[in-house]
């Protein structure tokens, strides 16, 4: 790696922090609402959560929510902001590399997705305890896909939409039915059938399965990891041309 | 590189050209906004491109950033195919674009460094010279306007430039700002570089630039110093004044100064109308004659004269340029 595209992820790193929108909704809106939902189904298993601890069904399906913030609304406004502004031209009569861009905005959701799970987690544990993990590797390459998947639609959308606030009215009104239907809204079997048949191609569904099964010991959800890992190579690859400067 | 052009005209591009452009084209949809466009930049000169809005002046100089891809045409700036070769050009040209901007919360001191290459000159000494040194830890977005655009003149010239492009400078500077970067323009071609100057502000393409390359309708329309400019195109000046008596024949005397075109009296005032150089003697006239009037207006064409004419005017580019290079 030169030194300009180290240059350009330490700054945007630097700027990611001080993103108010960022600390709102990738930081405290999951813990918030984990708390909240966590807390209202109390920590009975229960058969409308395949008999697990409601509270540990929802620490397990909030990382999730943590990466569908990050590529459905942080991503989306900080690219489509820097495109209106003419910071990414800026950026490329500078001389910055054509990758530089596209390889920051992934440290940075990296990054960014790390530091949230932790807090997280670190939040979760004294209040609900951790759920232990019934198959680490499973989950972890879940979270891994689902975080670059989700950096890659965030890129995507950034580079389509016209302006920073198109960008956040589409990013809301994708994140939060994903977020109510996929992740950390009512389990998804006290959904209706309709209401189910929507939720189940999302790409947040399929994420938070993957990672919500074979941590509490549900089941593989192979099926949900391949569909996850398909969509990840193909929203990275358009992604990362669109992000090219 | 963009499209096929008459064999042989990249050779005779000169050498001691910095940049060279060879019937540019570049349309958005249909709208054509730079037609066959040829222009020369020579090394070490501040050139002014200069036009009316949608003239295809940010066209042209974001083709030759590489920022745009010419549906036509040959373009070489420092030797580099500005499109295929994009990469290596860029570290040689500091630019300083319209319409863009910093990371709102990127502060002074995080943007040099973020934009300084390793042989960068010190951005310290920079930010002194442009009056931004009290300002480090500022945010992008608490900078006003002229500091914004000084902070973007410290960027482009961070990395010792070769060709340095700077499209609307002055755009929110005070006047005094403005003195200050002009200074710091002429300092800069002084130093060796070349300068490729995009502005609206026909004064300061005057004070400035060697050469103007004047832009209508996605063509050039003429070119030149800003005097000989000023020469074809508003050749005429004025003098006004009134006296309560004019000595007898002085009017006529001053009508036949060689050079004056007309000598209108309305009243006590008098207009006399000619070439530039008959401002000295119409006045050496007057003294000569011991009338020397209290209220003497002088009005010496400028750049702004010349080219309101030519860029309101109903002649082609093409026929204005071959009358400009005869």
């Not at chain 1, 965030?154 to 939409?161: A, E, F």
């Not at chain 2, 590489?66 to 040689?92: E, N």
């Amino acid at each position: 790696m030169n030194g300009q595209t180290a240059q350009l992820i330490r700054a945007e790193l630097t700027l990611i922090r001080r993103d108010p929108l960022v600390l709102t909704f990738v930081f405290v809106f999951p813990i918030v609402t984990m708390l909240i939902i966590g807390g209202a189904f109390g920590t009975q298993p229960d058969s409308a959560f395949d008999f697990t601890d409601p509270s540990h069904w929802y620490v397990a399906s909030y990382l999730t929510v943590v990466i569908g913030a990050i590529g459905l609304v942080m991503l989306p406004v900080h690219l489509a902001s820097y495109r209106e502004r003419g910071v990414l031209r800026r950026f490329a009569v500078a001389g910055f590399p054509r990758w530089s861009f596209a390889l920051a905005e992934l440290v940075v959701g990296l990054v960014t997705t790390l530091a949230a799970c932790a807090l997280l987690l670190a939040v979760a544990a004294p209040v609900y305890g951790l759920p232990a993990l019934h198959d680490a590797w499973r989950v972890v390459l879940a979270l891994a896909l689902g975080a670059v998947c989700f950096i890659g639609l965030g890129v995507l959308l950034g580079s389509v939409l016209p302006s920073a606030r198109s960008a956040q009215a589409v990013g809301l009104l994708l994140f939060f039915p994903s977020f109510l239907l996929g992740a950390g809204g009512p389990p998804p079997h006290v959904m209706g059938s309709a209401v189910r048949a929507i939720a189940v191609p999302l790409p947040l569904t399929l994420l938070t399965n993957a990672v919500r099964e074979p941590w509490l010991g549900l089941g593989s959800a192979t099926t949900s990891l391949v569909a996850l890992a398909a969509l990840t190579v193909l929203v990275t690859a358009v992604a990362a041309r669109r992000a090219v400067l | 590189m963009c499209g096929e052009h008459p064999p042989g005209s990249i050779d005779r591009m000169r050498n001691t050209d910095v940049v060279t452009v060879r019937g540019l084209r570049k349309a958005y949809g249909d709208r054509v906004v730079v037609d066959d466009l040829d222009l020369d930049i020579p090394a070490g000169q501040i050139v002014g491109l200069i036009g009316a809005n949608g003239a295809g002046k940010t066209t042209t100089v974001e083709c030759l950033q590489g920022l745009r891809k010419p549906d036509a045409g040959t373009l070489r700036v420092l030797g580099f195919d500005p499109v295929t070769q994009a990469a290596a050009l860029r570290p040689h040209v500091g630019s300083q674009l319209q319409d863009s901007a910093l990371p709102d919360r990127l502060r002074v001191a995080e943007a040099v460094r973020l934009f300084r290459t390793p042989h960068g000159r010190d951005g310290a000494e920079l930010l002194e010279q442009f009056g931004l040194a009290a300002r480090l830890r500022s945010a992008f977005a608490s900078l006003s306007g002229g500091e914004r655009q000084r902070l973007f003149l410290v960027l482009a010239l961070l990395n010792r430039p070769r060709l340095v492009i700077l499209d609307e400078l002055t755009q929110g500077l005070d006047p005094a700002a403005r003195r200050d970067v002009w200074a710091a323009i002429r300092q800069l071609n002084e130093d060796g570089t070349t300068v490729l100057l995009v502005t609206h502000e026909l004064d300061e393409a005057e004070s400035l630039c060697n050469q103007v390359l004047v832009m209508r309708a996605g063509r050039l329309l003429d070119a030149g110093a800003p005097s000989e400019l000023v020469d074809r195109h508003a050749a005429e000046a004025t003098i006004r004044f009134s006296l309560p008596d004019y000595p007898p024949g002085m009017l006529d005397s001053l009508g036949r100064i060689d050079g004056v075109r007309s000598v209108n009296r309305t009243g006590k005032q008098v207009v006399v109308r000619g070439e530039r150089r008959v401002v000295a003697y119409v006045c050496a006239a007057m003294v000569a004659c011991e009338s020397v009037p209290a209220d003497l207006q002088v009005h010496v064409p400028t750049l702004e004269d010349a080219l309101l004419g030519l860029l309101s005017g109903q002649v082609t580019p093409s026929t204005q340029l071959a009358g400009a290079r005869a």
